[in-house]
């Protein structure tokens, strides 16, 4: 991700296959992934790791192609064919491919003819110069230039070197070029959550907008990237340089850190710094440092705009500050720092959802972090593992619905019913789910922006990107149910005495079935846990209650269903 021109999913398959170890292999590759010489990919690759022979044409000819293994890869390389063996001139050939593109037949038949003549010169039987001009005539119409593609290459080493080896510094400057485009920046910071520093450490953390550290631009701090100002959907290029030069140093004065949103909007200019403007920064948490209950935040903030407005215009006027004066007018309007509403944080589901609204993402938190430890045991696939999974490879898909685009079938026997494609993201990335019209009839009711659900389907690689055909959808309660393999009950040796055991029991025998318990015993003296199974009555029953008795005895959560994946964070028992 972020290497130019090899970024797509296709590109790295390729780059995989082809393991290029010198600049002429990269410009290949450029030249190679497009429709047509695409078909010459597998034996540019078998030839270059001796897995298939170089196929030899004339020595004239061999000479040309030995770059690129034989193959025919680059405009270049057709013209030379042509001046080398039919004694055509390079200003002509280039003319013949521009034909062969445009399929002028009348011009290619006659200069045919004078490279069958040529070649026949040159030593080649007429049979041979033909197929010669056979696959001339297959490859010109979709040739590369080779002078375009070095470039190309040249760039994309650059890129990769940058962000092999200083890779803060670069993810940084491609966040900030990317800023405008919201789902380029969700996926490069999904790309830095994967990277591995100099110093050994893998993963950068973004970190939050924050008004008295974020600059216009994404910035490196320390091992981090701290968020730009000027990437929050609502914050407009004017606004930021006007908070940026409020806090910064001058000739004038000295650097001030905001010391509340009353501060902040005396000093910034509100005629470009709107209400808009500061519920967008209240909304990402850029305020969380001065004032962490972000609805109060809200709250406020009308009452700390126009307290600013009124000490902005006493300034015009000759005033003093509203919060610096004394005296008398509007400079005594506040002597002592006002203080917002004292009213309830919004719930986490919706400071959540509006922190996306303007990021595009979640930073501070994500709905599936609640969840994580049961959601992880249900799936066998996620947004990254299924990219290298097989096509038509069966899996357990799941994630938090970020976008729903409906469809309608226009032909065949489904023509007018509606299906769709969704946008799931997990806590390591994003891919699309496809559901068709029989599937999203059947699932519809639970289908819907910021649900997490589990898909059971295949994967599919028809495209350039993967993606996920869902056959059945559940939420993650329903997937407990029908999926659950077996309960873990997290506990220790302590916890586990007669009594305990005597409730265990009983709760086994009351909601009997068919899913197996096992206890898992977490002691701290002991390094590694011991698992074991009860077998008291066979298992429990997921449909009646019987996770709930379990949590009854051993707490909520120390109870923990596992899905077809059967993964579950150790922790010490609560």
């Known amino acids: 991700k972020g290497v130019f021109q090899f970024e797509s999913g296709g590109m790295k398959d390729l780059l995989i296959k082809m393991k290029p170890d010198r600049l002429e292999d990269l410009i290949a590759a450029n030249a190679l992934y497009r429709p047509g010489p695409m078909d010459l990919i597998p034996d540019y690759c078998a030839r270059k790791h001796g897995r298939q022979q170089v196929p030899s044409l004339h020595p004239q000819a061999d000479d040309v192609l030995k770059e690129t293994y034989g193959v025919m890869v680059y405009q270049e390389q057709v013209m030379r064919i042509f001046n080398r063996l039919g004694n055509i001139p390079l200003r002509r050939a280039y003319d013949i491919i521009k034909a062969i593109s445009k399929k002028k037949a009348e011009v290619i038949n006659k200069e045919k003819v004078s490279f069958i003549e040529g070649c026949v010169a040159n030593g080649l039987s007429k049979e041979q110069a033909n197929e010669i001009f056979v696959d001339i005539e297959k490859f010109a119409g979709y040739g590369f230039n080779k002078s375009h593609s070095t470039r190309y290459a040249f760039v994309a080493y650059q890129t990769a070197w940058l962000k092999t080896y200083y890779p803060l510094q670069y993810m940084a400057a491609l966040l900030t070029f990317e800023m ?99 519920e967008a920064l209240i909304k990402c948490g850029a305020f969380d440092e001065m004032h962490p209950v972000r609805a109060a935040s809200m709250a406020g903030a009308e009452n700390a705009i126009r307290m600013g407005q009124v000490s902005q ?4 006027s000759g005033q003093d500050n509203l919060f610096g004066g ?46 994580e430890n049961v959601f992880t045991s249900y799936i066998t696939l996620d947004t990254q593992t299924i990219r290298g999974a097989a096509d038509r490879s069966n899996g357990m898909l799941g994630g938090l619905v970020s976008k729903v685009r409906m469809m309608m079938t226009k032909t065949g026997p489904n023509a007018g019913k509606k299906w769709c494609i969704l946008a799931i993201e997990d806590l390591v990335g994003t891919i699309e789910v496809v559901l068709y019209s029989a599937q999203y009839e059947k699932f519809a009711p639970i289908i819907k922006a910021d649900a997490v659900l589990i898909f059971e389907g295949a994967v599919d690689r028809s495209r350039e990107e993967p993606s996920f055909k869902a056959t059945e959808v559940m939420t993650l309660e329903q997937a407990q149910k029908r999926k659950t393999r077996e309960i873990l009950v997290q506990t220790s040796s302590v916890q586990l005495d007669e009594g305990t055991l005597e409730k265990l029991k009983a709760a086994l025998v009351q909601h009997k079935g068919a899913t197996p318990v096992k206890l898992e015993l977490l002691d701290l003296a002991v390094g590694q846990p011991v698992r074991v199974e009860v077998k008291i009555g066979g298992g429990i029953n997921m449909q009646n209650g019987g996770v709930a008795a379990l949590q009854g005895i051993f707490g909520e959560n120390n109870v923990m269903p596992l899905g077809p994946n059967r993964r579950s964070a150790r922790r010490a028992p609560v």
Not at 313 to 316: D, F, I, V
């Open 326 to 371: 004394g005296g008398s007018g509007t400079a005594a309007v506040a002597a002592i720092e006002p203080r917002l509403p004292a009213v309830p944080e919004w719930p986490k589901s919706e400071r959540m959802a509006l922190e996306k609204s303007v990021l595009g993402f979640y930073v501070t938190n994500h709905p599936l972090r609640d969840v």
């Open 180 to 278: 405008v485009d919201q789902a380029k920046v969700v996926e490069y910071i999904d790309e830095c959550r994967h990277l591995t520093l100099p110093s050994g450490k893998v993963g950068i953390e973004i970190l939050p907008p924050e008004i008295n550290q974020s600059d216009a631009d994404f910035t490196v701090v320390g091992e981090t990237i701290r968020f730009g100002l000027a990437a929050v959907k609502g914050v407009g290029e004017k606004a930021v340089e006007s908070i940026v030069a409020a806090r910064k140093a001058t000739e004038e004065k000295p650097a001030a850190p905001f010391k509340s949103i009353f501060d902040f909007c005396e000093r910034v200019d509100l005629r470009v710094v709107n209400k808009g403007v500061v």
């Open 313 to 316: 215009e006493a300034k015009r």
